[in-house]
């Protein structure tokens, strides 16, 4: 088993930042992808960011590219989601996922990852 526990949301004007971190404990000495999905209201939970155990190789939405950075601390068990530029529509509440795997392993989908934290609010103002 693998707990996970987000953490860094809150309300920012557009073109803010905020950094999400996800903290890991439990099984973690096994290779996890990670991923960050998140969910507006009345709309289904989407795919945002995802890094491999090694190498840090990441990959992202298109609507995020170029704004949003996904990085990972294997030695603090720690993800970490740095959003810059926030736009109004990247409102919506913030999921951290694990999903066992190789090395280089990583997935965009959602029903495809073990664990899930509980979430972090963000909310954009215009």
């Known amino acids: 088993q693998v707990q996970l526990v987000e953490s860094g949301g809150g309300l920012v004007q557009a073109g803010g930042s905020l950094r999400l971190s996800c903290a890991a404990s439990g099984r973690t000495f096994s290779p996890y992808a990670m991923g960050w999905f998140r969910q507006a209201p009345g709309k289904e939970r989407e795919f945002v960011a995802a890094?491999?155990?090694?190498?840090?190789?990441?990959y992202y939405a298109d609507s995020v590219k170029g704004r949003f950075t996904i990085s990972r601390d294997n030695a603090k068990n720690t993800v970490y989601l740095q959003m810059n530029s926030l736009k109004p529509e990247d409102k919506g509440v913030y999921y951290c996922?694990?999903?066992?795997?190789?090395?280089?392993?990583?997935?965009?989908?959602?029903?495809?990852?073990?664990?899930w934290g509980q979430g972090t609010q963000v909310t954009v103002s215009s």
């Open positions: 996922a694990a999903r066992s795997g190789g090395r280089y392993y990583y997935t965009v989908d959602v029903e495809s990852y073990d664990y």
């Open positions: 890094i491999t155990w090694s190498a840090g190789r990441t």
